[in-house]
């Protein structure tokens, strides 16, 4: 089915995995060692975590061919779980979700050139959508 990879590259890809583990490990410790915002501090840690799934998960589908589609799929779960952290992050980092709507109520996206809404009339930051000519909550 694949072709057989050389024993030299098993053996720069295991080298390269223990590194990007043993780097990621240490930023998760630094991490948790000064955990002074934990609010924000949870999330990176779930999210710097992601190079040790990876670069486990990957070396093991090399090293296992016939099994890659188990930890491909472990790798894909992880990321979409990261993906969904990252977005938790961001909106802990403005205020919350609350403190976007509010700092967006009121407030109208004119058309624009440079932000590829010139085709568009005016839309509304503050939870309206506009369909057509009905708005829908």
Not at 67 to 81: G, K, L, M, Q, T
Not at 85 to 106: E, R
Not at 109 to 137: A, E, H, N, Q
Request: proline letters at 7%; charged letters at 10%; aromatic letters at 18%.
């Amino acid at each position: 089915m694949g072709v057989l990879v050389p024993l030299f590259l098993y053996v720069v890809a295991f080298f390269c995995t223990v590194a990007a583990i043993a780097l990621a490990v240490l930023h998760i410790y630094r991490h948790l060692l000064n955990y002074t915002e934990p609010t924000y501090q949870r999330f990176i840690v779930r999210i710097v975590f992601m190079v040790p799934v990876y670069a486990l998960m990957s070396f093991l589908s090399l090293v296992l061919p016939e099994s890659s589609i188990y930890f491909n799929s472990i790798r894909e779960v992880y990321e979409a779980w990261v993906i969904y952290n990252f977005l938790s992050l961001c909106l802990a980092w403005v205020g919350g979700p609350g403190a976007v709507v509010i700092s967006l109520s009121g407030r109208v996206l004119k058309p624009s050139f440079c932000l590829m809404t010139c085709c568009f009339p005016p839309v509304p930051l503050d939870g309206w959508v506009y369909v057509g000519f009905i708005f829908l909550d």
